[in-house]
Protein backbone atom coordinates (compact mmCIF):
# COMPACT_ATOMS: atom_id res chain seq x y z
CA UNK A 1 0.00 0.00 0.00
CA UNK A 2 1.08 4.04 -0.41
CA UNK A 3 1.89 5.60 2.57
CA UNK A 4 -0.16 8.56 3.45
CA UNK A 5 1.99 10.74 5.69
CA UNK A 6 -0.77 13.42 7.10
CA UNK A 7 1.73 14.43 9.52
CA UNK A 8 4.05 17.05 8.70
CA UNK A 9 3.69 19.54 11.48
CA UNK A 10 5.64 16.88 13.34
CA UNK A 11 8.40 16.94 10.84
CA UNK A 12 9.23 16.54 7.58
CA UNK A 13 11.44 14.86 4.92
CA UNK A 14 14.66 16.50 3.74
CA UNK A 15 14.09 17.90 0.09
CA UNK A 16 16.62 16.83 -2.14
CA UNK A 17 18.01 20.45 -2.78
CA UNK A 18 18.53 21.05 0.92
CA UNK A 19 20.78 17.54 1.21
CA UNK A 20 23.25 18.41 -2.03
CA UNK A 21 24.16 22.16 -0.29
CA UNK A 22 23.99 20.47 2.92
CA UNK A 23 26.34 17.35 1.40
CA UNK A 24 29.77 18.74 1.02
CA UNK A 25 29.87 19.89 4.79
CA UNK A 26 29.35 16.10 5.97
CA UNK A 27 32.02 14.64 3.88
CA UNK A 28 34.87 16.83 2.55
CA UNK A 29 34.29 20.04 4.15
CA UNK A 30 34.77 19.42 7.41
CA UNK A 31 36.69 21.87 9.36
CA UNK A 32 36.47 23.60 12.43
CA UNK A 33 34.67 27.00 11.93
CA UNK A 34 36.94 28.00 14.74
CA UNK A 35 40.15 27.18 12.88
CA UNK A 36 41.88 29.67 11.53
CA UNK A 37 43.71 27.85 8.26
CA UNK A 38 41.56 27.10 5.33
CA UNK A 39 39.56 24.57 5.81
CA UNK A 40 38.24 26.34 9.01
CA UNK A 41 38.02 29.54 7.56
CA UNK A 42 35.52 27.65 4.74
CA UNK A 43 33.08 26.52 7.62
CA UNK A 44 33.42 29.85 8.94
CA UNK A 45 32.20 31.29 5.38
CA UNK A 46 29.41 29.05 5.33
CA UNK A 47 28.11 29.69 7.83
CA UNK A 48 27.73 33.53 7.79
CA UNK A 49 26.84 33.09 4.09
CA UNK A 50 23.64 31.18 5.91
CA UNK A 51 23.30 33.66 8.69
CA UNK A 52 23.27 36.50 5.86
CA UNK A 53 20.39 34.19 3.68
CA UNK A 54 17.69 33.60 7.56
CA UNK A 55 18.30 37.47 8.24
CA UNK A 56 17.36 38.45 4.55
CA UNK A 57 14.30 36.29 5.07
CA UNK A 58 13.20 38.11 8.30
CA UNK A 59 14.41 41.67 6.95
CA UNK A 60 17.12 42.16 9.69
CA UNK A 61 20.74 42.19 10.75
CA UNK A 62 22.70 38.98 10.28
CA UNK A 63 24.20 39.80 13.85
CA UNK A 64 20.74 39.34 15.23
CA UNK A 65 20.82 35.56 14.09
CA UNK A 66 21.83 32.83 16.38
CA UNK A 67 21.96 29.25 15.52
CA UNK A 68 20.61 26.72 18.05
CA UNK A 69 20.36 23.03 18.08
CA UNK A 70 16.28 22.91 17.79
CA UNK A 71 13.23 25.07 18.19
CA UNK A 72 13.03 24.08 21.85
CA UNK A 73 16.80 25.20 22.34
CA UNK A 74 15.69 28.69 20.82
CA UNK A 75 12.79 29.04 23.55
CA UNK A 76 14.59 27.86 26.10
CA UNK A 77 17.52 30.53 25.14
CA UNK A 78 14.45 33.22 24.63
CA UNK A 79 12.72 31.88 28.54
CA UNK A 80 16.01 31.66 30.05
CA UNK A 81 18.04 33.90 28.95
CA UNK A 82 15.49 36.78 29.41
CA UNK A 83 14.89 35.85 32.76
CA UNK A 84 18.06 35.98 34.09
CA UNK A 85 19.31 38.79 31.82
CA UNK A 86 15.94 41.03 33.45
CA UNK A 87 15.40 40.03 36.58
CA UNK A 88 16.64 42.70 38.20
CA UNK A 89 14.01 44.36 36.26
CA UNK A 90 11.47 42.10 37.48
CA UNK A 91 10.22 39.06 37.45
CA UNK A 92 6.72 38.55 35.99
CA UNK A 93 6.16 37.02 32.64
CA UNK A 94 3.25 36.43 30.52
CA UNK A 95 3.06 33.57 28.37
CA UNK A 96 -0.46 31.86 26.80
CA UNK A 97 -1.97 28.60 28.27
CA UNK A 98 -1.33 26.70 24.37
CA UNK A 99 1.97 27.74 24.22
CA UNK A 100 4.34 24.62 23.39
CA UNK A 101 5.80 23.02 26.28
CA UNK A 102 9.34 24.19 24.84
CA UNK A 103 7.65 27.43 26.78
CA UNK A 104 5.25 25.91 29.51
CA UNK A 105 8.01 23.49 30.97
CA UNK A 106 9.98 26.73 30.70
CA UNK A 107 8.06 29.24 32.65
CA UNK A 108 7.35 26.81 35.58
CA UNK A 109 10.76 25.89 36.54
CA UNK A 110 11.16 29.62 36.33
CA UNK A 111 8.10 29.62 38.58
CA UNK A 112 9.98 27.63 40.99
CA UNK A 113 12.88 30.40 41.32
CA UNK A 114 10.44 32.67 42.46
CA UNK A 115 9.58 34.28 39.04
CA UNK A 116 5.59 35.21 38.60
CA UNK A 117 3.76 33.82 35.56
CA UNK A 118 0.28 34.85 33.97
CA UNK A 119 -1.07 32.38 31.52
CA UNK A 120 -3.42 34.09 29.11
CA UNK A 121 -6.62 32.29 28.40
CA UNK A 122 -7.81 32.09 24.96
CA UNK A 123 -11.31 31.74 23.80
CA UNK A 124 -12.56 28.63 22.11
CA UNK A 125 -11.44 28.99 18.85
CA UNK A 126 -7.57 29.42 20.11
CA UNK A 127 -7.18 33.30 20.31
CA UNK A 128 -5.65 35.05 22.92
CA UNK A 129 -7.95 37.04 25.11
CA UNK A 130 -6.56 40.56 23.94
CA UNK A 131 -8.42 41.67 27.24
CA UNK A 132 -6.68 39.85 29.50
CA UNK A 133 -3.28 40.94 28.07
CA UNK A 134 -3.48 44.17 28.50
CA UNK A 135 -4.71 43.70 31.99
CA UNK A 136 -2.19 41.51 32.48
CA UNK A 137 0.85 43.88 31.68
CA UNK A 138 2.64 45.72 34.76
CA UNK A 139 5.59 47.66 35.45
CA UNK A 140 7.65 44.57 36.50
CA UNK A 141 6.47 42.24 33.39
CA UNK A 142 9.71 41.59 31.16
CA UNK A 143 8.56 38.94 28.85
CA UNK A 144 5.60 38.24 27.01
CA UNK A 145 5.75 34.63 24.77
CA UNK A 146 2.71 33.88 22.29
CA UNK A 147 2.79 31.94 19.23
CA UNK A 148 2.26 32.33 16.44
CA UNK A 149 0.50 29.86 15.39
CA UNK A 150 -0.80 26.51 17.21
CA UNK A 151 1.05 23.62 16.56
CA UNK A 152 -2.09 21.29 17.50
CA UNK A 153 -4.92 23.46 16.49
CA UNK A 154 -3.23 25.94 13.72
CA UNK A 155 -4.86 28.64 15.34
CA UNK A 156 -3.01 31.87 14.14
CA UNK A 157 -2.34 34.80 16.68
CA UNK A 158 -2.76 38.61 16.12
CA UNK A 159 1.27 38.81 16.77
CA UNK A 160 1.30 42.57 15.01
CA UNK A 161 -1.81 43.30 17.01
CA UNK A 162 -0.59 41.99 20.27
CA UNK A 163 2.98 44.33 19.78
CA UNK A 164 1.24 47.48 19.37
CA UNK A 165 -0.37 46.45 22.67
CA UNK A 166 3.15 46.13 24.06
CA UNK A 167 4.77 48.63 23.02
CA UNK A 168 2.22 50.74 23.80
CA UNK A 169 2.29 49.94 27.51
CA UNK A 170 6.19 50.68 27.34
CA UNK A 171 5.57 54.28 25.77
CA UNK A 172 3.33 54.63 28.76
CA UNK A 173 5.97 53.59 31.15
CA UNK A 174 8.39 56.11 33.05
CA UNK A 175 11.57 53.78 32.71
CA UNK A 176 14.76 55.47 34.18
CA UNK A 177 17.43 54.41 32.63
CA UNK A 178 15.49 53.75 29.48
CA UNK A 179 15.12 49.94 29.18
CA UNK A 180 13.35 47.50 26.79
CA UNK A 181 10.62 45.77 28.57
CA UNK A 182 8.90 43.90 28.60
CA UNK A 183 10.29 42.24 25.39
CA UNK A 184 8.14 40.13 23.01
CA UNK A 185 9.09 36.61 21.84
CA UNK A 186 6.83 34.29 19.55
CA UNK A 187 7.53 31.01 18.59
CA UNK A 188 7.39 30.39 15.07
CA UNK A 189 8.32 27.48 14.10
CA UNK A 190 4.83 26.09 13.08
CA UNK A 191 4.32 29.65 10.84
CA UNK A 192 7.68 29.19 8.93
CA UNK A 193 6.81 28.26 5.52
CA UNK A 194 3.20 29.14 6.09
CA UNK A 195 2.85 33.26 7.25
CA UNK A 196 5.20 36.12 6.80
CA UNK A 197 8.20 36.15 8.46
CA UNK A 198 9.67 39.60 8.39
CA UNK A 199 10.28 41.16 11.70
CA UNK A 200 9.23 44.73 10.83
CA UNK A 201 5.69 43.78 9.93
CA UNK A 202 5.38 41.21 12.97
CA UNK A 203 6.52 43.73 15.85
CA UNK A 204 8.52 41.07 17.62
CA UNK A 205 11.88 41.06 19.94
CA UNK A 206 12.24 37.50 19.46
CA UNK A 207 11.33 34.76 16.97
CA UNK A 208 12.27 30.88 17.05
CA UNK A 209 12.62 29.07 13.96
CA UNK A 210 13.57 25.58 13.34
CA UNK A 211 13.88 23.82 10.03
CA UNK A 212 12.09 19.88 10.77
CA UNK A 213 9.19 21.82 9.36
CA UNK A 214 10.17 23.43 6.29
CA UNK A 215 12.01 20.22 4.50
CA UNK A 216 15.10 20.94 6.34
CA UNK A 217 17.22 19.23 8.78
CA UNK A 218 16.32 17.82 12.26
CA UNK A 219 18.06 19.09 14.88
CA UNK A 220 18.75 22.80 14.31
CA UNK A 221 17.22 26.02 14.99
CA UNK A 222 17.84 29.57 15.53
CA UNK A 223 16.28 32.60 17.17
CA UNK A 224 16.18 36.10 16.10
CA UNK A 225 17.04 38.54 18.65
CA UNK A 226 17.22 42.43 18.14
CA UNK A 227 20.54 44.02 18.61
CA UNK A 228 19.32 45.86 21.63
CA UNK A 229 17.59 42.79 23.68
CA UNK A 230 19.89 41.08 26.19
CA UNK A 231 20.31 37.52 26.73
CA UNK A 232 22.38 35.25 29.52
CA UNK A 233 23.42 31.91 27.52
CA UNK A 234 22.25 29.08 28.62
CA UNK A 235 24.98 26.37 26.86
CA UNK A 236 28.76 28.08 28.14
CA UNK A 237 31.68 27.03 26.60
CA UNK A 238 33.65 28.26 23.65
CA UNK A 239 31.74 31.66 22.98
CA UNK A 240 30.36 30.89 19.56
CA UNK A 241 27.30 32.37 18.21
CA UNK A 242 28.26 35.92 19.73
CA UNK A 243 28.81 33.60 23.19
CA UNK A 244 25.33 33.43 23.09
CA UNK A 245 25.54 29.57 22.26
CA UNK A 246 28.69 27.61 22.60
CA UNK A 247 29.57 24.35 20.78
CA UNK A 248 31.15 23.72 17.61
CA UNK A 249 28.78 24.83 14.72
CA UNK A 250 27.04 21.76 13.08
CA UNK A 251 27.63 23.78 9.53
CA UNK A 252 25.82 21.13 7.12
CA UNK A 253 22.38 21.69 9.72
CA UNK A 254 23.19 25.53 9.42
CA UNK A 255 23.45 25.29 5.39
CA UNK A 256 20.56 23.21 5.23
CA UNK A 257 17.97 25.66 7.76
CA UNK A 258 19.16 28.51 5.65
CA UNK A 259 18.71 27.10 2.20
CA UNK A 260 15.34 25.17 2.93
CA UNK A 261 14.30 28.35 4.50
CA UNK A 262 14.79 30.15 1.13
CA UNK A 263 12.83 27.63 -0.30
CA UNK A 264 10.01 27.30 1.45
CA UNK A 265 10.02 31.33 1.24
CA UNK A 266 10.14 31.27 -2.60
CA UNK A 267 6.89 28.60 -2.78
CA UNK A 268 5.27 29.92 0.04
CA UNK A 269 2.15 31.76 -1.84
CA UNK A 270 1.24 28.75 -3.80
CA UNK A 271 1.82 26.24 -1.83
CA UNK A 272 -0.09 27.41 1.00
CA UNK A 273 -2.71 28.57 -1.82
CA UNK A 274 -3.05 24.38 -2.46
CA UNK A 275 -2.89 23.15 0.64
CA UNK A 276 -5.85 25.40 1.82
CA UNK A 277 -7.93 24.32 -1.07
CA UNK A 278 -7.32 20.57 0.50
CA UNK A 279 -7.39 21.60 3.84
CA UNK A 280 -11.00 22.86 3.10
CA UNK A 281 -12.26 19.92 0.82
CA UNK A 282 -10.95 17.66 4.07
CA UNK A 283 -12.85 19.29 6.20
CA UNK A 284 -15.86 19.89 4.67
CA UNK A 285 -15.75 15.87 3.44
CA UNK A 286 -14.69 14.66 7.17
CA UNK A 287 -17.92 16.52 9.04
CA UNK A 288 -19.86 15.48 6.48
CA UNK A 289 -19.07 11.78 6.54
CA UNK A 290 -18.87 11.62 10.24
CA UNK A 291 -21.53 11.67 12.81
CA UNK A 292 -20.82 13.76 16.00
CA UNK A 293 -17.26 15.15 14.67
CA UNK A 294 -15.64 18.59 14.84
CA UNK A 295 -13.39 20.98 13.71
CA UNK A 296 -10.86 22.64 16.19
CA UNK A 297 -9.77 25.80 16.00
CA UNK A 298 -10.58 28.71 13.92
CA UNK A 299 -12.64 28.14 10.61
CA UNK A 300 -10.18 30.82 8.66
CA UNK A 301 -7.37 31.88 10.74
CA UNK A 302 -5.80 28.95 10.90
CA UNK A 303 -2.57 27.43 9.18
CA UNK A 304 -3.38 26.49 5.70
CA UNK A 305 -2.10 22.48 6.24
CA UNK A 306 -4.33 22.38 9.61
CA UNK A 307 -7.00 19.63 9.99
CA UNK A 308 -7.35 19.27 14.04
CA UNK A 309 -11.00 17.38 14.88
CA UNK A 310 -12.36 15.56 17.93
CA UNK A 311 -14.18 12.62 17.48
CA UNK A 312 -16.94 11.78 20.39
CA UNK A 313 -16.97 7.69 21.25
CA UNK A 314 -13.61 6.99 20.28
CA UNK A 315 -10.32 7.15 21.62
CA UNK A 316 -7.81 9.36 19.05
CA UNK A 317 -4.59 7.37 20.10
CA UNK A 318 -6.41 4.10 19.26
CA UNK A 319 -7.11 5.74 15.50
CA UNK A 320 -4.10 6.49 14.94
CA UNK A 321 -2.78 2.69 15.49
CA UNK A 322 -5.58 1.81 13.58
CA UNK A 323 -5.65 4.12 10.71
CA UNK A 324 -1.31 2.98 10.60
CA UNK A 325 -2.65 -0.54 9.46
CA UNK A 326 -3.97 1.04 6.04
CA UNK A 327 -0.54 3.04 6.01
CA UNK A 328 -1.86 6.31 7.10
CA UNK A 329 0.22 8.37 9.32
CA UNK A 330 -1.33 10.94 11.56
CA UNK A 331 -1.43 12.06 15.17
CA UNK A 332 -3.56 13.18 17.88
CA UNK A 333 -1.79 16.31 18.32
CA UNK A 334 1.77 17.13 19.20
CA UNK A 335 4.39 14.50 18.44
CA UNK A 336 6.42 15.99 21.43
CA UNK A 337 4.00 14.40 23.76
CA UNK A 338 2.15 11.62 21.55
CA UNK A 339 3.49 9.57 24.86
CA UNK A 340 1.79 11.41 27.49
CA UNK A 341 -0.96 9.81 28.84
CA UNK A 342 -2.62 13.57 29.56
CA UNK A 343 -5.13 15.10 27.80
CA UNK A 344 -3.61 17.75 25.44
CA UNK A 345 -3.58 21.27 27.54
CA UNK A 346 -4.48 23.23 24.22
CA UNK A 347 -7.92 21.36 23.57
CA UNK A 348 -8.49 21.71 27.39
CA UNK A 349 -8.05 24.88 26.76
CA UNK A 350 -10.05 26.23 24.45
CA UNK A 351 -12.97 24.04 26.46
CA UNK A 352 -13.14 21.02 25.14
CA UNK A 353 -14.94 18.12 27.46
CA UNK A 354 -12.48 15.29 28.33
CA UNK A 355 -13.99 13.26 26.23
CA UNK A 356 -13.91 14.87 22.85
CA UNK A 357 -9.87 15.73 23.66
CA UNK A 358 -9.53 12.05 23.93
CA UNK A 359 -10.91 11.48 21.00
CA UNK A 360 -8.50 13.77 19.19
CA UNK A 361 -7.07 14.29 15.36
CA UNK A 362 -5.07 15.82 13.86
CA UNK A 363 -3.90 16.01 10.35
CA UNK A 364 -1.02 17.98 8.80
CA UNK A 365 -0.93 18.24 5.17
CA UNK A 366 2.82 18.59 3.14
CA UNK A 367 4.22 18.75 -0.16
CA UNK A 368 3.64 15.41 -1.28
CA UNK A 369 -0.36 15.41 -0.45
CA UNK A 370 -2.63 14.84 -3.34
CA UNK A 371 -6.33 14.85 -3.12
CA UNK A 372 -6.40 11.15 -3.82
CA UNK A 373 -4.77 10.76 -0.11
CA UNK A 374 -7.09 12.85 1.09
CA UNK A 375 -10.13 10.66 -0.90
CA UNK A 376 -8.41 7.77 0.57
CA UNK A 377 -8.28 8.48 3.90
CA UNK A 378 -11.91 9.84 3.74
CA UNK A 379 -12.56 6.29 2.60
CA UNK A 380 -10.86 4.31 5.72
CA UNK A 381 -11.63 6.53 8.70
CA UNK A 382 -15.63 6.44 8.80
CA UNK A 383 -15.06 2.65 8.67
CA UNK A 384 -12.82 2.57 11.37
CA UNK A 385 -14.77 4.69 13.52
CA UNK A 386 -18.18 3.68 13.12
CA UNK A 387 -16.96 -0.43 14.20
CA UNK A 388 -14.86 1.10 16.92
CA UNK A 389 -18.75 2.95 18.06
CA UNK A 390 -19.72 -0.86 17.64
CA UNK A 391 -17.64 -2.46 19.46
Known amino acids: MKEIYLDYAATTYID ?6 MLPYLTNIFGNPSSLYSLGRKTKSAIESARNDVAKILNVNSQEIIFTGSGTESDNLAIFGIAKAYQKNGKHIIVSRIEHKAILEAVKKLEKEGFKIT ?84 GVDLLTLNGSKIYGPKGIGCLY ?13 GGQENNLRAGTENVALIVGLAEALKLS ?3 K ?43 SNVEGKALVLMLDKFNIFTSTGSACASYDL ?31 DINYVLKILPKIIKKIRQV
Open 16 to 21: KKVFKK
Open 119 to 202: YLNVDSKGIVKISELKKALRPDTILVSIMYANNEIGTIQPISEISKIIINFKNRQIQIPKIQIPIFHTDACQAIGALPLKINEL
Open 225 to 237: KAKEIKLEPIIIG
Open 265 to 267: EKF
Open 269 to 311: KRESQRLRNLRNYFIKNILKSIPNCQLNGHSEKRLPNNINISI
Open 342 to 372: NLSHVLLAIGLSSELARGNLRFTLGRKTTRG
